[in-house]
């Protein structure tokens, strides 16, 4: 079955440093490759995918992701933490063929000043 | 106004009683779906649907039932709510394999 791993629970950075989450999947075929975020008390809003095309993506309030096929990941970075960026982050597939989304169990990012 | 809704936004209810809750979307999507989420294990599948006469059972489906009214229509139902059934839900909608599934506001629930 397909799964996602999220390695970090939580990880703290200080406003203006490199933000890194990382995701791998397990599968032999790429799947499609998600990233959403989730500000408290809110839904969950797409930041960035990988469907086809250039394996390096860019998303929305300054983050990007590379699919890496050889090492199975897809991990999301921001050269600059804002505290603005503060919220759980979830990396998601759906592998190519189903229909289904699997999600991650999620990384809360911390920003300190 | 918000693309998807869903109602109540919190709930709480005691052991053993029915509660529907409900999702409406307006992005003209077939595709919906409901998942709940839980500290530490992220969003899990319950049911979903590709159009009105397809019901499809997610990875949790035990203890709830669904009903697609309409194309924009997807009710969440758990006929006998019990403790461990306390969570934030979340209705999804997307066009097609592949396509961003965009999300409700959720509803937390409480089971007491």
């Known amino acids: 079955a397909q799964s996602v791993t999220q390695l970090g629970s939580h990880v703290s950075v200080s406003e203006g440093a490199l933000v890194l989450l990382r995701c791998n999947y397990s599968?032999?075929?790429?799947?499609?490759l998600f990233w959403y975020v989730q500000y408290p008390n809110q839904g969950l809003q797409l930041l960035l995918k990988?469907?086809?095309?250039?394996?390096l993506v860019k998303g929305i309030n300054g983050f990007e992701a590379e699919f890496k096929k050889s090492e199975t990941s897809f991990h999301l970075t921001k050269p600059s933490a804002h505290m603005s960026d503060a919220a759980e982050y979830f990396c998601?597939?759906?592998?190519?063929?189903?229909?289904?989304?699997?999600f991650g169990t999620g990384t809360r990012l911390l920003v300190s000043p | 106004d918000a693309d998807v809704t869903q109602t109540p936004r919190n709930r709480i209810t005691k052991t053993g009683k029915r509660i529907m809750l409900e999702c409406s979307q307006t992005?003209?999507?077939?595709?919906m779906y409901w998942y709940r989420q839980d500290p530490g294990l992220g969003l899990r599948l319950i049911y979903y649907?590709?159009?009105?006469?397809?019901?499809n059972k997610g990875e949790i489906s035990d203890g709830y039932s669904v009903s697609r009214q309409a194309q924009a229509k997807f009710s969440l139902s758990l006929e006998s709510a019990i403790p461990n059934q306390t969570a934030l839900y979340f209705c999804?909608?997307?066009?097609?394999?592949?396509?961003?599934?965009?999300f409700g506001p959720g509803t937390r629930l409480t089971v007491l």
């Open positions: 649907s590709f159009d009105v006469k397809d019901i």
């Open positions: 990988y469907t086809t095309g250039a394996t």
């Open positions: 992005k003209g999507h077939d595709r």
């Open positions: 999804a909608t997307n066009s097609g394999q592949g396509d961003t599934q965009y």
């Open positions: 599968s032999s075929v790429p799947p499609y």
């Open positions: 998601a597939v759906s592998p190519r063929g189903f229909q289904k989304l699997v």
